[in-house]
């Protein structure tokens, strides 16, 4: 039946149900999750513990706002966990060994995220290596063996108390500083996204990089900001953890880099490029934050909290292959 259109289109929303699902299924989830977990235990719905869920997600979400930027570009950022971890090893020898001023010590720390990002960029287009999938595997073997060396793998503790403000601060008492600072840091991402000409080619070269490039984008250029920032934001995630823990030890973000891609599948970005929002990748880390919680609350093992996680993420991804599937109509 050649001209008619199969899959209809909802009369209100005007979307197929495909379109419906990828547009809001992460929020769907996350809305379902909360209830399912209010009913199960009863101190899961209390303000207290949804400001330990949002202090829970600081880290991870800031993390995912990084890495949504190589995964638009169909590329991914292996290194965001090892390059937190070198960043705030470089503000502890700054701010404690030699008592610089705590904003020479931050600014120390987010340097040393953008540089690292700076490389992995410059690997990917200079060197031209197949993929980034490579060039960020590289860089977190880097990053993680400077952060053993830089204090003989040990930690340091004793930051001034404005760095630890960042992950230990409240404002009005209650609302954690890090999630303000993770919201305001949504707020200049999705603007950059989507209200500038960069941001736009971002969308365009994670579509198709060779139609990007011949259209006169400079996407060796663009590949290259994009991975900055995402080293950027690790750098700023750094500052969350040092505030929390008093600490900065070599180890530190080991695997945060699976949660935070998590986060963006989750969140509705595709691993193929080209589609994916800052309140998507936001959702997506709540979604996990959630989860922990509810599942700790609940008396479930970590095992099994993992196994759980896996599961969630295994859907997400499944309904990525699902929406890249041309409709047979």
């Excluded at 699902?21 to 909360?34: A, M, P």
């Excluded at 986060?263 to 998507?280: D, K, Q």
């Excluded at 959702?283 to 609350?297: D, E, S």
Aim: glycine share 12%; hydrophobic share 55%; proline share 3%.
């Amino acid at each position: 039946m050649s001209g008619i259109v199969l899959e209809k289109k909802n009369a209100s929303t005007g979307m197929t149900k495909k379109e419906f699902i990828s547009k809001f299924g992460s929020l769907l989830g996350l809305v379902l999750l909360v209830i399912t977990l209010s009913l199960l235990n009863a101190q899961f719905f209390t303000v207290n513990n949804f400001m330990n869920i949002a202090n829970q997600t600081s880290i991870n979400a800031l993390l995912a706002l990084g890495v949504l930027l190589p995964i638009l570009t169909a590329g991914i950022d292996l290194s965001i966990g090892a390059i937190l971890a070198i960043s705030i090893m470089m503000m502890g020898v700054v701010t404690v060994n030699f008592g610089a001023n705590p904003f020479v010590g931050i600014l120390v720390c987010l340097v040393t995220g953008a540089f690292f990002g700076l490389v992995n960029g410059l690997l990917l287009t200079k060197l031209r290596l197949p993929h980034p999938f490579i060039s960020t595997l590289g860089t977190m073997n880097i990053a993680r063996g400077l952060a053993l060396i830089v204090t003989g793998a040990a930690p340091i503790a004793g930051f001034p108390v404005f760095i630890q403000y960042f992950g230990s601060g409240n404002i009005a008492g209650t609302v954690p500083f890090s999630f303000i600072l993770v919201l305001i840091m949504a707020v200049l991402i999705h603007i950059f996204l989507n209200r500038t000409m960069t941001g736009r080619y971002i969308y365009a070269i994670g579509g198709n990089k060779e139609a990007a490039r011949l259209s006169g984008i400079n996407v060796n250029k663009v590949l290259v900001l994009v991975y900055v920032l995402s080293g950027l934001m690790a750098g700023l995630a750094g500052l969350v953890m040092v505030g929390r823990v008093n600490s900065a030890f070599p180890l530190a973000g080991m695997g945060y880099e699976l949660d935070a891609i998590a986060a963006v599948i989750i969140g509705g970005a595709s691993l193929f490029g080209g589609v994916g929002t800052v309140w998507g990748t936001l959702i997506g880390a709540l979604i996990i934050a959630v989860l922990r919680n509810g599942l700790n609350l609940i008396g479930v093992p970590a095992d099994l909290q993992l196994a759980f996680i896996g599961f969630v993420i295994i859907a997400a991804v499944y309904v990525d292959v699902l929406r890249q599937k041309p409709n047979k109509n």
